[in-house]
């Protein structure tokens, strides 16, 4: 059994089971562009960044020439990849895992590649939470069901996402549990560990150790929605709580601008991987406002939850049917409600106690959504498929 897995680029989300997969059997990932590994403009953080954890070690992997004269994965046409069908062949694979297919050239290697000869899976986390109508929606949903007719196997990462599918005519007997799951262990272990630097932070920031924190992470972009939270926290006017936000994007100006003096905002910049648990413990609560289709899923919550951490998020965010139990370890709002929002975050900050108990919650609920369940999914759907049979016991 060899599985060749396409990606855009290496994602600190992936490289992680990418390791833990290659445990299980051999496989060799396809990158088509080099973002993360060496020091480019990250549009969403509106700033140059390159990951500080290992994103290349642990499985095989090899780099597509990208012949795009503006390389990226931010325009249709910024992947392009001539020799991508020829270096999959060269290493003749029993199956191929796509990890999305809406660049120019993950389009030519779908209409060029033989499934018979190895088949092809498709894990993305695509959500219509945001429902459209009229002629354009009608269309794009018969283009989208068209292009899926190529896979033999889906691989679904929470239950949006499995609506989804089903919205496009996949049937059950193609579609696949396989989570959106971040690195459990690194998070946990380093979150425990992290509580005395979390509070030496916190106190570089002017945040006392009587402060709850209310923190968003992430990029400050307008799908995110970091200027509802800020709007809201003002509103909620919670004694004892500071609202800290962590990253970098284009709408920085604006938040700063809107926060002024206020004596109960502060920002941080943008932290890299290696800090994010350390990040996350000097919060209290984590909060992610985010309005539209383009929050398919929201890894941050994933990453939080395994430090311990309880979580508000809109109903748009793509992970809030699978992780976030209202009055269990969070609560939920309607996406761009104001109002909602700010009433959230009195109830959470009303009961201190509580907010702990609501934190350990998290963690439990979170343990179930690992590189061990992804992968397992992903052996399913092989195994489904006869390309790949479990040792005999």
């Avoid at 995110?224 to 800290?244: G, H, M, Q």
């Avoid at 439990?364 to 992804?374: A, F, L, M, N, R």
Wanted: charged share 20%; aromatic share 12%.
């Amino acid at each position: 059994m060899k599985l060749a897995i396409i990606s855009t680029h290496p994602i600190q989300y992936h490289a992680p089971w990418f390791r833990h997969l290659a445990k299980k059997l051999e496989l060799r990932v396809f990158y088509l562009w080099d973002f993360g590994v060496t020091r480019k403009l990250d549009r969403g953080f509106n700033q140059t960044i390159q990951w500080d954890i290992p994103l290349l070690s642990g499985y095989q992997y090899e780099f597509v020439p990208n012949t795009s004269r503006n390389p990226g994965t931010h325009r249709f046409g910024g992947l392009q990849n001539p020799t991508l069908k020829k270096r999959v062949s060269g290493y003749s694979p029993s199956a191929v895992l796509m990890m999305g297919y809406n660049y120019e050239s993950l389009y030519r290697f779908l209409c060029g590649w033989d499934g018979k000869r190895a088949p092809l899976l498709f894990r993305g986390d695509s959500h219509r939470i945001v429902k459209c109508g009229g002629t354009k929606e009608r269309l794009r949903r018969r283009w989208i069901s068209l292009v899926f007719k190529r896979f033999a196997a889906f691989l679904y990462v929470g239950r949006a996402n499995q609506h989804y599918y089903q919205y496009h005519g996949i049937p059950s007997s193609k579609l696949f549990f396989a989570p959106h799951a971040v690195d459990n262990d690194f998070f946990t272990r380093a979150g425990v560990k992290a509580d005395c630097s979390a509070l030496s932070w916190r106190r570089e920031l002017g945040i006392s150790e009587e402060d709850a924190v209310v923190m968003f992470a992430g990029k400050y972009e307008e799908k995110k929605r970091p200027l509802d939270l800020l709007t809201a926290f003002v509103r909620a006017d919670i004694t004892n709580a500071k609202l800290l936000f962590v990253g970098a994007g284009p709408l920085e100006a604006n938040l700063r601008r809107r926060a002024g003096d206020h004596p109960n905002i502060c920002f941080a910049p943008f932290q890299n991987q290696s800090v994010m648990p350390r990040t996350y413990a000097a919060a209290d609560l984590l909060v992610l406002p985010s309005y539209g289709p383009g929050e398919t899923w929201g890894l941050a919550v994933n990453e939080a939850m395994c430090v311990g951490r309880p979580v508000i998020v809109s109903d748009h965010v793509g992970c809030a049917q699978d992780l976030v139990f209202p009055y269990e370890n969070g609560l939920t709002f309607p996406a761009g409600d104001v109002v909602s929002l700010a009433n959230c975050l009195r109830e959470a900050l009303v009961d201190r106690e509580r907010l702990v108990a609501w934190g350990r919650e998290s963690r439990k609920i979170v343990g179930q959504y690992s590189y061990d369940q992804t992968t397992a999914g992903l052996m399913s759907a092989l195994e489904k498929l006869s390309f790949f049979k479990p040792p005999m016991r």
